[in-house]
């Protein structure tokens, strides 16, 4: 009898010890996963300013695209434009965070003075 009690301790020792490490590696899971969705959410916030950001400078006439040719900071980012050939234009917006990796881009034409 006392021989089965010992046993039965120690199995109960070992189930406690195998549910406290499936317990933790729980909690790890669920930790990534939240983590994970809040990067993605900031992330999705600034591809949304990014976008309004390239509408906006888009939407800008010849002559004030010509006044803006280069880099300029708008507050986390960066807006470069380029004038690649007479009336088009290259715009692109990178984060101030990442320098040099362009995010969004495009091109746009605005025809010449008649």
């Known amino acids: 009898m006392r021989r089965e009690r010992g046993v039965t301790l120690l199995e109960v020792l070992a189930a406690v010890a195998i ?37 906006a400078w888009s939407l800008l006439r010849r002559e004030e695209l010509d006044q803006r040719i280069g880099d300029r900071v708008v507050g986390p980012y960066v807006v470069r434009v ?29 025809a010449g003075a008649p």
């Not at 690649?84 to 969004?104: C, D, N, T």
Request: charged fraction near 30%; proline fraction near 3%.
């Open 19 to 55: 549910l406290s490490i499936a317990g933790l590696a729980l909690v790890e899971l669920v930790t990534g996963g939240t983590r994970a969705v809040a990067v993605s959410r900031e992330r999705e916030r600034e591809l949304a300013d990014e976008e309004r950001l390239l509408t």
């Open 82 to 110: 380029q004038r690649p050939e007479r009336g088009l234009y290259r715009l692109a917006v990178e984060r101030s965070a990442a320098p040099g990796v362009e995010e969004l881009v495009t091109v746009v034409y605005r």
